[in-house]
């Protein structure tokens, strides 16, 4: 009869320990994520635009953390290296240089 209460009692916490587990798992918001775009110069000198998916909060620090990343450009067949992003804006948003814009109305989605 003792054995049978402890492993009752173990039992029962362990079911209410993975109750709690999921339900804080559950309670955790999702971050939103947003589509975004950078007007950028490769690495051999030309530019393009590159399109990202990325949290919301990581929008502001995008241009600095896209330099150095490998993307796949449109008529080259390996990924080729930003050198510099020049402006990055939100994909419902214009970009405020001219060159851009042009290339941005362009660029296939």
Known sequence: MNKSI???????????????????????????????????????GS?????????????????RQTNGKKIRVIGKKEKMKIYKTKECALE???????LARKLDKNTPR
């Open 92 to 98: 419902t948003d214009l970009f405020r240089s001219d």
């Open 47 to 63: 530019h393009t635009i590159s399109l990202w998916t990325i949290k919301e909060k990581s929008f502001k620090n995008l241009a």
């Open 6 to 44: 402890i492993f009752t009692l173990f039992f029962t916490t362990v079911l209410l320990s993975f109750n709690l587990y999921a339900s804080q798992k559950k309670d955790k918001p999702k971050e939103k994520k947003i589509e975004a775009k950078c007007y950028v110069q490769m690495i051999d």
